[in-house]
């Protein structure tokens, strides 16, 4: 059981790339997450998927979108990277069933030059 | 809407000796509740997790908490803690009806030999 996945581990951006982020999980979870990590900041919902074919805005949106292939890939695109975006961006996975705890993966460390 | 805060932004203790964290929540009815632990370039790994039942829960790695809804409070507790304990722990509240956690900013903690 490998649980959730996460490519690449590291990313080096220049302002106006693209690139996106994959996520896979193995444990038959319908929710699914994307969040950002910021010293200071916590952790932050970007984007979240209920279950297969339903997408909607977290708490930072902006800049980013995101694909629920399938039920175990969530993907986070981001279009015209930003400095603002260097971060580390977590994927995880929500248990279907109270009390709905999520399970992370190992990260991919961003950096916008 | 519920909310979290992890009053201690770095707590430093000997190795051996015990450890409690803070966590306060906001929220009127009987949340959710979670501890998980981020060692340095890692995910996040839930330690453990309460949601009914007996008020003192058992985790992994010999941690535990205890609920106390008189004074809105989850504490994270070990009884001696070891070098491999250094990491950052996030406390984490969700709502009846909310599968999506609000989490806390943080607590360091720094183990000296």
């Known amino acids: 059981n490998a649980g959730v996945t996460q490519t690449p581990k590291f990313q080096v951006l220049k302002t106006g790339q693209s690139m996106t982020l994959q996520c896979a999980q193995d444990?038959?979870?319908?929710?699914m997450y994307w969040y950002r990590q910021d010293p200071g900041m916590g952790l932050r919902l970007i984007y979240y998927?209920?279950?297969?074919?339903?997408?909607d805005k977290g708490e930072v949106p902006n800049g980013y979108n995101v694909s629920r292939l399938n039920k175990r890939e969530f993907s986070l695109r981001l279009e015209s990277a930003a400095p603002s975006q260097t971060s580390v961006y977590f994927c995880?996975?929500?248990?279907?069933?109270?009390?709905?705890?999520?399970?992370f993966g190992p990260g991919t460390r961003l950096t916008v030059t | 809407a519920q909310s979290v805060t992890q009053p201690d932004i770095h707590i430093t203790v000997s190795e051996g000796a015990s450890l409690e964290l803070r966590c306060n929540y906001s929220y009127g009815a009987t949340p959710y509740l979670f501890w998980y632990v981020q060692s340095p370039g890692q995910g996040l790994q839930l330690l453990l997790k309460?949601?009914?039942?007996?008020?003192l829960v058992q985790g992994i790695k010999g941690f535990e908490a205890e609920f106390k809804r008189s004074q809105s409070s989850f504490n994270l507790r070990k009884p001696s803690v070891h070098w491999s304990d250094a990491a950052e722990y996030f406390c984490?509240?969700?709502?009846?009806?909310?599968?999506?956690?609000?989490f806390g900013r943080g607590t360091s903690l720094i183990v000296h030999p």
């Open positions: 984490a509240v969700g709502a009846g009806g909310s599968y999506i956690p609000t």
């Open positions: 995880a996975s929500g248990n279907d069933l109270p009390p709905y705890e999520q399970y």
């Open positions: 444990m038959n979870h319908n929710s």
């Open positions: 309460y949601f009914s039942g007996d008020t």
């Open positions: 998927s209920a279950s297969e074919g339903t997408t």
